[in-house]
């Protein structure tokens, strides 16, 4: 048993121990710097030096600030050297670090591993990845680079130790911003593939929807054709073709307007720019010659096409051969003027005998006169349709012609009021605003539009039988406005009752006429540089008026 150490003894040996602790940190400080190549090693089998053979200071120095560890192991695998970075690796001081073995730095798992490494380090240079464990138990990543170095005693072990930490950290991110792409391929691929079947079957569509328009632009009666914007014609459908005698590269080079008639070029061209302009309807009548040179009229109209954005994309457009109609309309005119002057005749001699005749028959009885009168009130209504036809006829053949001269429309008002008070004596008629309006017309004609106006007012009013006759200015203008309380007219009435034979057909209302008046009324007050209009609810009454320039 070893007796026990007396407190002297203790306290030689503590001395010597701080002695010697002391020499070994000068010793680490002294390889440090640079100040010693060699260091003597106490290991199993006594004192050893150890010595780098090409060590010098700066290469120690880089050592030294490098960030990764770098240690060297002698044979038996215990560190000699090791720079501060492997130190504070793994959470130790350099002198505890060092004489310490490598392998009690390796965690268990890959202690096996570490050492069949390190044995074969020793005849080759490689590289292995391990965990590292610190003083606390704290596991790294690194990369261990085993390189065997000569000293001057024999070979040493130096290991370059890199922290992966960061660099797993990195490879991670990159593994799953790889991932991220990779879905994110696999998703636009898919995105693709739908992409393509929808693609796939607008393209179908699109054919279908192309040859369907086709087949139907083919076999409708009319031409048909579509334009660009920019008014570019881009298809025409076999009717232009069959029509015109054309080819495609004939129409191409001669263009649309060619064939249109010399007299309608001009006007078709304009109202054609406008609607391009303005993006309205294009309708026109005009005559397009034929396969045999022969001119027949056709009703134009292109309708735009636009996006979801109002942008026009393209105009679609027909040409309806209404030659036969117009001809018809033309014969029809022509029928009414010769059917006028035919009965004006034979009206006139009708009436200057009811007036022969109402001269003679004074003394015979009563019943006579009365006869008389009605036959004259009769003979009146006939001659008053047979002015009105002829009015027609000559407005269609541009024969609406008469004198102008400057007149007082509160004159033409009075007189037409004291003649409608003499007719209609259960109604009252009112004339608002007596004041003097100077125009430049005829007063016969004017009398007959306001005339018109009138009887229209008596004729469309139920149980309200007031008449409103007004005169205003408005601007450069004056208007003279008819108002009654009648039937009144709907919004689709209202613009079509200044057509000529324009009736309203009311079952609830039977009254007679012709749908002259108001065309004819029309057609004065334009005569006239005037405009006609109308406001009107139905069942509470219409506003009739008509403006007209004033003289001054
Ligand atoms: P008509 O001989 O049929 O009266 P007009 O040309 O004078 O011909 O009028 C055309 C149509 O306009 C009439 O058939 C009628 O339906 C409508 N109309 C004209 N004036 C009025 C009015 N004051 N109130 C309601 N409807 C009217």
Redesign the pocket.
């Known amino acids: 048993m070893e007796s026990l150490k007396t407190f002297e003894q203790l306290l030689d040996e503590k001395e010597e121990l701080q002695w010697k602790l002391e020499e070994a940190n000068d010793t680490i400080e002294a390889i440090r710097n640079g100040l010693v190549d060699a260091i003597v090693v106490n290991g199993d089998k006594g004192h050893r030096i150890y010595s780098l053979k090409t060590a010098d200071q700066t290469f120690r120095f880089f050592i030294e600030k490098m960030n990764e560890g770098a240690v060297t192991l002698n044979r038996e695998g215990y560190i000699i050297y090791s720079n501060t970075s492997f130190a504070s690796l793994v959470g130790l001081p350099l002198e505890k670090v060092i004489g310490s073995s490598f392998a009690n730095f390796i965690v268990e798992e890959c202690q096996e591993r570490y050492h069949d490494i390190i044995a074969s380090a020793w005849d080759e240079d490689c590289k292995e990845e391990f965990y590292i464990t610190n003083k606390r138990g704290e596991r790294t990543c690194c990369l261990v680079s085993c390189n065997a170095i000569e000293m001057e005693d024999g070979l040493s072990l130096s290991l370059i130790i890199t922290d992966l930490t960061s660099q797993k950290e990195t490879q991670e991110r990159l593994r799953s911003q790889n991932l991220q792409l990779e879905e994110a391929h696999e998703r636009s691929e898919q995105m693709n593939d739908r992409l393509e079947v929808t693609v796939k079957e607008r393209t179908v569509d699109l054919h279908n929807s192309r040859e369907h328009f086709k087949l139907l632009a083919n076999n409708i009666t009319q031409i048909a054709w579509t334009n660009l914007p920019n008014g570019e014609v881009n298809f025409y459908n076999d009717r232009w073709y069959e029509y015109t005698g054309l080819s495609f590269d004939e129409t191409m080079e001669m263009g649309g307007q060619s064939i249109v008639h010399p007299d309608d070029l001009e006007n078709t061209i304009q109202k054609y720019q406008q609607a391009l302009k303005s993006g309205d309807i294009f309708e026109i009548e005009s005559r397009f010659k034929r396969y045999d040179n022969t001119y027949r009229w056709h009703l134009n109209r292109a309708v735009p096409h636009r996006d979801e954005t109002g942008e026009i994309v393209f105009w679609i457009g027909t040409a309806t051969d209404i030659d036969d109609q117009k001809r018809e309309l033309e014969r029809k005119d022509e029928f009414i003027g010769v059917a006028s002057h035919e009965l004006k005749t034979p009206l006139t001699s009708l009436k200057g005998y009811l007036q022969l005749m109402k001269m003679q028959m004074k003394n015979e009885s009563p019943l006579f006169s009365t006869y008389i009168a009605k036959a004259n009130i009769v003979a009146n209504k006939l001659q008053h349709l047979v002015d009105d036809l002829l009015d027609v006829s000559k407005i269609n053949a541009g024969r609406l012609d008469y004198l102008l001269e400057e007149i007082n429309l509160r004159t033409v008002i009075d007189t037409c009021v004291d003649y409608a008070v003499h007719i209609y004596h259960t109604f009252s008629f009112e004339i608002d605003n007596k004041t003097d309006f100077i125009v430049k017309g005829n007063s016969e004609r004017i009398e007959q539009v306001l005339m ?1 106006l009138v009887n ?2 008596v ?2 009013s139920t149980t309200d039988k007031r008449v409103i006759i007004k005169t205003q200015k408005i601007g450069d203008d004056v208007r003279v406005s008819i108002t ?1 309380f ?4 709907s919004e689709n009435q209202k613009k079509k ?1 200044f057509e000529r034979f ?3 057909e ?1 079952k609830k209302y039977l009254i007679s ?7 004819i009324s029309s057609q004065i007050v334009t005569t006239h540089g005037g405009t006609v209009g109308v406001e ?1 609810e139905l069942s509470k009454g ?1 506003t ?1 008026y008509f403006d007209l320039p004033l003289v001054g």
């Open positions: 018109n229209n007012a004729k469309y009654d009648g039937i009144g007219l009752i324009y009736r309203v009311e006429g012709l749908g002259m008046g108001l065309y009107s219409s009739f």
